[in-house]
Structures are given as structure tokens and as C-alpha cells.
T-cell receptor
Framework: AQSVTQLGSHVSVSEGALVLLRCNYS??????LFWYVQYPNQGLQLLLKYTSAATLVKGINGFEAEFKKSETSFHLTKPSAHMSDAAEYFCAVRGPGGSYIPTFGRGTSLIVHP | NAGVTQTPKFQVLKTGQSMTLQCAQDMNHNSMYWYRQDPGMGLRLIYY???????DKGEVPNGYNVSRLNKREFSLRLESAAPSQTSVYFC??????????????FGPGTRLTVL
């Protein structure tokens, strides 16, 4: 069964600092990977996804993520944090080789200090 | 284009009461999902429907039933609510009926409290 681990339930950064949110997957076959963001009291929306094309994926709001097969990772980064980036971030994994039903990580809350 | 809509936004129930959460999408998507979100647990899949007329259990189906009324609508029913079902419920949809690369589109959620 495929699974995904997000290291750190909370990440705190200062405004302007680098954002790094970690996601590792467990799957014998490289899966498709997604990052979703959830702003307070809202549903989730897609930030970016990896579907086996380019390993460096650019998303909305200046975020990007790099798929590294050797490390089974798909970490999310942003060079300079804004106050508006404060939200909950979820990594998710789907097939191939496993179920097309997504499996979500437990989420990482990003806190941005002025 | 409203996307995915959910009703109600908030609900308080007493133990043993029943209710139905409604979800509709206007994107002509084939797949629809129901999740619950609890602190520190991420999103857990309750039921999903890969196409009109089919439904399947997810990770945590006990205590819930679903109906795919038509292509647009997918409802979640709690027959006898329990305090353990206090949660935020999200409905989602995606275009295909089995495509792993599809993006999921989420509704705004229903906050349910069971006393």
C-alpha cells in the first residue's frame, strides 16, 4: 500500500525566509504526487502536481517541488515566505502501481512571523 | 461556475440523530469523494464514487452511507450520529473515473458537532 509522510506538523518561518515543507512517499513504483493548500476555514486547493514529466514542478503562488526518486521525496519550497502563505499544506500520493484513490499526509501547518 | 458546493456549512446533532450532508459539482466530473478531517489526522476517505451508479468504501466507512444521486450529486448520510463523528467533512470531485493524475476539487466543508 502506498503511503506518504510529512515531517513536522508545524513549520515556523519569518517573512522573507525560505519555506521548506517535507514529503516522503512509500511506494515500489514512483507514484503521482500532489501538494494541496488549505487556508483557514476553506477547502483544499491544488498547489502543484508531479505526473512523471519534469521532475521540478512549479505551482501557484511561487511554490515549487522537486521529485527525487532516489530519496523518495517531493519536498515543497518557496524562496521567500509571505504572510499570506500561512496555511495548512498537504502532500498526497496516487497511483500508478497502486490505487488511484489518493492517500493524504497528515498535513503541515506553516506559520509565518512578521 | 460554482465548483463543488456543500450544505449545510455547520450542523450540531445530538447522539443518535440522523442527517444527510449534500454535495454537488457543476464541472461534469465523473468521480466524487467524501473525506473527514480531524486534527493531526489529515484527510481520511470515507466513501468514493468513480462514476455515476457506483460507490465504494474508503478508509473509514463505518457509520456512514452514501448515495450517488446522479452525476452531479453525492450525499453522505449519518444514520445514528455518535460523538466520534464530530469532524469537518469535505466533498471533492475529479474529472476521470480512474485517472491517477487527476486534480481533486474540494468543497468548503461542513463542520459537524455531535453532542
Amino acid at each position: 500500500a502506498q503511503s506518504v509522510t510529512q515531517l513536522g506538523s508545524h513549520v515556523s518561518v519569518s517573512e522573507g525566509a525560505l519555506v521548506l515543507l517535507r514529503c516522503n512517499y512509500s511506494s515500489s513504483v514512483p507514484p503521482y504526487l500532489f501538494w494541496y493548500v488549505q487556508y483557514p476555514n476553506q477547502g483544499l486547493q491544488l498547489l502543484l502536481k508531479y505526473t512523471s514529466a519534469a521532475t521540478l514542478v512549479k505551482g501557484i503562488n511561487g511554490f515549487e517541488a522537486e521529485f527525487k526518486k532516489s530519496e523518495t521525496s517531493f519536498h515543497l519550497t518557496k524562496p521567500s515566505a509571505h504572510m499570506s502563505d500561512a496555511a495548512e499544506y498537504f502532500c498526497a500520493v496516487r497511483g500508478p502501481g497502486g490505487s488511484y484513490i489518493p492517500t493524504f499526509g497528515r498535513g503541515t501547518s506553516l506559520i509565518v512571523h512578521p | 461556475n460554482a465548483g463543488v458546493t456543500q450544505t449545510p456549512k455547520f450542523q450540531v446533532l445530538k447522539t443518535g440523530q440522523s442527517m444527510t450532508l449534500q454535495c454537488a459539482q457543476d464541472m461534469n466530473h465523473n468521480s466524487m469523494y467524501w473525506y473527514r478531517q480531524d486534527p493531526g489526522m489529515g484527510l481520511r476517505l470515507i466513501y468514493y464514487s468513480a462514476s455515476e451508479g457506483t460507490t465504494d468504501k474508503g478508509e473509514v466507512p463505518n457509520g456512514y452511507n452514501v448515495s450517488r444521486l446522479n452525476k452531479r450529486e453525492f450525499s453522505l448520510r449519518l444514520e445514528s450520529a455518535a460523538p466520534s463523528q464530530t469532524s469537518v467533512y469535505f466533498c471533492a470531485s475529479s474529472e476521470g473515473d480512474g485517472f491517477s493524475t487527476d486534480t481533486q476539487y474540494f468543497g468548503p466543508g461542513t463542520r459537524l458537532t455531535v453532542l
